[in-house]
């Protein structure tokens, strides 16, 4: 089965031609960071606009590099959401028209689910089941994936999620849009042990998490030195390594229990997120104490693409899942409410 993928569920429009024998056959993505960048954020009708632009000219770029024309597809798969609304609705009305015209049947994808099959994209690929670390934008949560669509949530932020308090963390340092990488990357000059910042909701029993506590923790930090104005060079990368150490032990823990608890020896770490280097390297050295494989997306896949939502498509597809005519997106969207297939 050969599916065409478009993802246009925020500041990223991607589309990715996946095949069932022969792989990926073909992907492109425009990032809007630039734009968005001079305000500081994700301005969602700029975001819709510029949607509009790419979208058609990505389809017929990646078409063309796959060799692959209408009556080559088997169908087309569209980001559904969650994610901003007008984002959406671009992605869902070219991927359905684009359908209608075509005569394909077309499926809806969840987002999340999409980051979450993601690292089934890479050659050594985690079977069903494992427990899944999703850490992409506004969603933080632990589930138990037993099989395509059927997701037991386990835990997640009860306030911010850990990608957006990275980003507001480094919005309090001055640093730019997008904030995560940029904490990231300054954490590495960062002395370790200058400053020891609270791991949130680790002192209790559950898998529940919290990063508003620890993102204000950091605000406090940041004001005793002076305020923003006032940080040195030094300074800035002491406190992103001190707030990244204590965002990362906090994801550690809670997957280690996830994995106590559901009893899995596979763990699945997707979303943007799951590209920090640090990351990585305390879950990879956790998880091997324990005899649990972790898996992640290639770095190209950890963002918004379009190579995960049409291999999330194909799957769905295959099992017999199509949508509508009419069109219809989810901005909220809870994963757990997707019905398990076959």
Known sequence: MRVLGIESSCDETGVAI?????????QALFSQIAMHAEYGGVVPELASRDHVRRLLPLVRQVMSEADTGPEKLDGVAYTAGPGLAGALLVG????????YGWNLPAVPVHHMEGHLLAPQLEADAPAFP???????GG???????????????LG?????????????????????????PRVAKLAETGTPGRFRFPRPM???????????????????????????????????????????????DTLVI??????QASGHQRLVVAGGVSANRRLREKLDADMKKRGVRVYYPGL????????????????????????DLPISVRPRWPLVELEALG
């Open 254 to 259: 809670k997957c280690r229990r996830a994995i």
């Open 130 to 136: 494992f427990v899944a670390l999703l850490v992409s």
């Open 156 to 180: 997640e932020s009860v306030d911010d999620a850990a990608g957006e308090a990275f980003d507001k963390v480094a919005k309090m340092m001055g640093l730019g849009y997008p904030g995560g």
């Open 92 to 99: 869902a009305g070219v991927g359905r028209a684009l359908a």
């Open 139 to 153: 969603h933080t949560l632990l589930l138990d994936a037993r099989g395509l669509g059927d997701y037991v949530p």
């Open 300 to 323: 190209q896949y950890c963002t918004d693409n379009g190579a995960m939502i049409a291999y999330a498509g194909a799957l769905r597809l295959q099992a017999g899942e199509h949508s």
């Open 18 to 26: 996946y095949d069932t024998r022969a792989g990926l056959l073909g």
């Open 202 to 248: 680790t002192d209790r029993p559950g898998l529940d998490m919290s990063f508003s506590g620890l993102k204000t923790f950091t605000l406090n930090t940041i004001n005793d030195l002076g305020g923003p104005a006032a940080l040195s060079d030094q300074d800035r990368a002491d406190v992103a390594r001190a707030f990244e150490e204590a965002a990362v």
